[in-house]
């Protein structure tokens, strides 16, 4: 008869081990994928950098575009433009002697945006091409093409937009919105520019004020056009 096989000792359970009859075995380690952290952890990352690599090309691409911006079109008057900015310019000519307010027309004087490009640039040569004017009613925006650095023949655009208004004998101008190039100046610092009148200075002299209620009815900024009546003496 064969003897059974005995258990070699050191197979043998520690003391005090307890027994588990019968116990499954462990289940097999996960298989891997191969993706890993790449996938996962690492790709994601890689997601987010590829969002703000794209981003910022478009924004270069944005920032040059306005960095580089192209001479503005050549001003072209209408012959009533070329009519009305010389009479203009004769009037600018007067002495401070003259009256002139009085040599205003009783309706007032209306000048275009057109016509008022052609005053400064006649007045100011360096200007030319470099300023376009857009008016709307109570809007005075100027859009000033400055170049990037001096000698530069790289430019970007300052934007300014103000709000122009008469208030009783006075004309208040506030700023609206101010932009260089692509970039707009943050809300929280518009918020406190807006509630600066830039004309409080002038109106708090006292003469200052004066001449103004006596010699101008109204400056009034409308569609294209801005608009100034003299004030006739009774």
Known sequence: MTDPVQPHPQDAPLPGTPQAPDAPPPPPPPKSSGKGCWFYGCGGCLGVVLIFIIAGFVMTQRLKSHLNQPAHAPLVLTAEDETTVEETRELLKLSEEEDFLAALPAEGLRLTSSQLIALLEAENP????????????????ADIRVPREEGSDQHFVVQVTLYVVQVNDRVEIRLRDARFGPFGIP????????????????????????????????IEVQQDAILIVPRRQQ
């Not at 360096?126 to 005075?140: C, G, S």
Request: hydrophobic share 40%; net charge negative.
């Open 187 to 218: 809300r929280f610092i518009m918020k406190e520019l807006e509630n600066e009148d830039f004309m409080a200075e002038f109106f708090a002299d006292e003469e200052n004020r004066r001449i103004f209620q006596e010699t101008i009815e109204t």
């Open 126 to 141: 360096d200007m030319k091409d470099k300023v376009r004017l857009h008016l709307e009613p109570d809007l005075f925006r």
